[in-house]
């Protein structure tokens, strides 16, 4: 027998939100709501945040991109927990995953934002507006930037999403990309797109901006509306009872302190017994 509980994965990368990294606080106060749990932490590079190819911090954010692949290839997880900083932390986790299952995976986003820019409609230069862009285009042309096993569309479902760009909007239009809109009995309202999916696996990208600010408002881009954590708690439950899921994620916080995190704990209280609760299989 042996246990398969999820790999742990930090990284609290910060550049692609541009010049602040209050970001990587936040990402440091989620981790220390795992104390349970020793991470393989994805290190930081000090490059300077020079933007080139229309990307901001495009070498640390470069380095660190190949750090994390470096990593995944090395560990070979079949199951992650992902803590991060900012949402393109997500390129190389969704990447690995794709191509541990052969293109057998369904990736959830739960977001504010559709983060489908590239570095040439992006109205900021700021990466973390491009990490699901890259996912399934694959690469960014003229840069280095690539994503080793990239998505389809018919692999990619919004939950939550209402704050986008014109661009992104053609891009969603143009691919029949599925959108749960907030309000929507979320589990219910999930569950014929998933049928529809096929696809035995799911990962699951938690922006914490999906939710609404006024519950919790310590987000790096929040936006009015979204969904109270108790709401996005029972679809995760959900999830977890009726599907495999293989990887989770948390990200785009601010926060600076433990109590700061109170107005989320169903949702953390979720991905700790995901994370900590042994799972037995057969060897």
């Not at 009015?224 to 439950?237: C, P, T």
């Not at 107005?263 to 994370?275: E, T």
């Amino acid at each position: 027998m042996n246990d398969n509980r999820p790999t742990f994965l930090y990284f609290p990368q910060w550049q692609g939100c541009g010049l602040t990294n209050a970001i990587q606080t936040g990402a440091e106060t989620l981790r220390a709501a795992f104390s349970e749990a020793q991470p393989i932490t994805i290190p930081l590079s000090d490059e300077p945040l020079t933007t080139c190819f229309g990307i901001s911090g495009y070498q640390p954010l470069l380095t660190q991109l190949g750090k994390a692949q470096t990593i995944l290839e090395q560990q070979q997880p079949a199951r992650l927990l992902l803590v991060a900083g900012d949402c393109a932390a997500e390129i190389a986790p969704i990447s690995y995953l794709n191509q541990r299952y052969e293109g057998d995976l369904l990736v959830l986003w739960l977001d504010a934002h559709a983060d489908l820019n590239t570095p040439e409609s992006s109205p900021s230069g700021h990466f973390h507006g491009m990490p699901l862009r890259l996912l399934l285009d694959g690469q960014f042309p003229a840069t280095a930037f690539r994503a080793e096993s990239p998505l389809t569309s018919q692999q990619v479902v919004f939950v939550g999403l209402r704050d986008t760009d014109p661009a992104e909007d053609r891009y969603i239009a143009d691919h029949a990309i599925p959108v749960l809109a907030t309000g929507s009995p979320l589990a219910e309202h999930l569950a014929p797109l998933l049928a529809r999916a096929k696809a035995r696996n799911i990962y699951i990208h938690l922006d914490l901006d999906v939710l609404n600010p006024q519950q919790f408002p310590d987000l790096q881009c929040p936006v009015a509306g979204g969904y109270l954590a108790e709401d996005i708690a029972q679809l995760l439950r959900h999830l977890l009872e009726v599907h495999h899921v293989v990887g989770m994620s948390l990200t785009e916080t601010t926060a600076t302190k433990p109590e700061d995190l109170a107005p989320i704990q169903p949702i953390l209280a979720l991905y700790r017994d995901w994370l900590l609760k042994p799972t037995i299989a057969a060897s």
